[in-house]
């Protein structure tokens, strides 16, 4: 017997996608594969449900930890730990794609030189022959290893201090950001009895775009401590900037008779590995 007040029961049919026979031939690996897959989804939802959750931390910038520089010539000896990512960190400007070569004169005193600059001495390139095409080698040499500089040093500079087989030497610099961006000097008597102190050392020149320069810095400022120690004289406030290098210090400053303190974020210092 019919209802008549209810629509009749509509009847959908499912067309399969293949074959009836291929579809009992599917279905049981279908059913492996799922049995086997839906353990892994659940792990996977497990470790993005963990990673949601968790907080994320930021990592501070620092320089990249030195490592050893490789070079496959055997020409080259590194003068201190680093490799490309450490140079980079830390030198004032990109590298050129041809580094300038100069004739050296002393190589003591062009180093110390070019130190007072901020060029670092990043290795040297040793050659038995002093021709064109050793030379042509030791800038190709310098390209390779991000040289702003190649200092060329022939058999008959600085005789005696290089091995008899070394006939070309050619010393690679790089200048790297300034670890503090000024000159300074001890201070006179009239000016310890004028301020009534003990030490302390005068800043003189400023290069702009360093850390004292960042620090407000001037020419003609008093240094009288660092991080409340005193400052006896030049070598001693070098010696607390080169212990603090990559860190942020306080320095007592006189400034027209009256102190305040300068935080100034000093520049990394390179790992030396031994003096070249």
């Known amino acids: ?24 031939r599917y279905a049981p690996g279908m059913n ?9 989804f659940i792990v996977l939802g497990l470790i993005g449900g963990c990673a949601s959750v968790g907080s994320r931390v930021e990592q501070p910038v620092a320089v990249p930890e030195p490592v050893p520089q490789v070079t496959e010539d055997t020409h080259y000896q590194a003068s ?20 300038l070569a100069v004739e050296g004169k002393n190589e003591r005193g062009d180093q110390r030189e070019l130190a007072a600059k901020g060029f670092v001495r990043i290795g040297n390139g040793r050659y038995e022959t002093d021709d064109a ?4 080698d030791a800038l190709d040499l310098g390209s390779r290893v991000g040289a702003d500089q190649v200092w060329l040093y022939h058999a008959h500079a600085d005789e005696g201090a290089e091995p008899a087989a070394t006939r070309l030497l050619a010393a690679y610099y790089v200048r790297f950001k ?13 000016e310890r009895e004028s301020l009534q102190l003990d030490g302390g050392v005068q800043i003189g020149s400023v290069v702009g775009g360093t850390p004292a320069s960042e620090a407000n810095l001037m020419s003609g400022d008093y240094v009288v401590a660092v991080n409340g120690m005193p400052v ?17 210090v306080t320095l007592k400053v006189i400034r027209n008779r009256h102190r305040a303190d300068r935080v100034v974020r000093l520049g990394a210092m390179p790992v030396a590995i031994k003096d070249p």
């Open 133 to 136: 095409q050793s030379l042509r």
């Open 178 to 190: 300034l670890l503090f961006g000024a000159t300074f000097r001890n201070l006179t008597t009239t």
């Open 232 to 248: 006896a004289d030049r070598r001693q406030f070098q010696e607390f900037l080169s212990n603090e290098a990559g860190k942020a």
């Open 80 to 99: 201190i730990e680093r490799g490309p990512a450490y140079i980079d960190a830390l030198r004032a400007e990109p590298a050129p794609q041809r580094p």
């Open 32 to 40: 492996d594969f799922m049995m086997r897959a839906v353990p892994l």
């Open 1 to 24: 017997m019919v209802d008549k007040g209810k629509p009749p029961r509509k009847r959908f049919i499912q067309e399969p996608c293949m074959p009836a026979d291929a579809a009992r």
